[in-house]
């Protein structure tokens, strides 16, 4: 049996959106397994903080250097200063 010759211009096309399909449902399956993201996860909210240009890019320096989401650090920083604020 000889291999299936392509019979127009939208083969490729239609492969590679198979291939991409095959490839997105393994994605897929492996994101489901993995842990999820802030963005996703019901414990968290999303808010809006106005900061100093200047604050934000020593935060972010900061948070790269030491390969943390600016998030974290806010979020430690306000356990912090909750836990002065009630004297524990």
């Known amino acids: 049996m000889s291999p299936k010759r392509k019979n127009s211009r939208f083969d490729d096309l239609i492969d590679a959106a198979q291939n991409r ?6 994605q897929s399956n492996e994101v489901q397994s993995s842990p999820r993201s802030k963005s996703t996860d019901p414990n968290y909210t999303r808010t ?23 998030s974290d650090i806010i979020i430690e920083l306000i356990e912090e200063w909750f836990e002065k604020r009630n004297g524990k």
């Open 21 to 26: 399909i095959s490839r997105d449902r393994s």
């Open 48 to 70: 809006t903080v106005y900061l100093p240009k200047q604050l934000h890019r020593q935060l972010k320096t900061a948070a790269a250097s030491e390969a943390r989401q600016m």
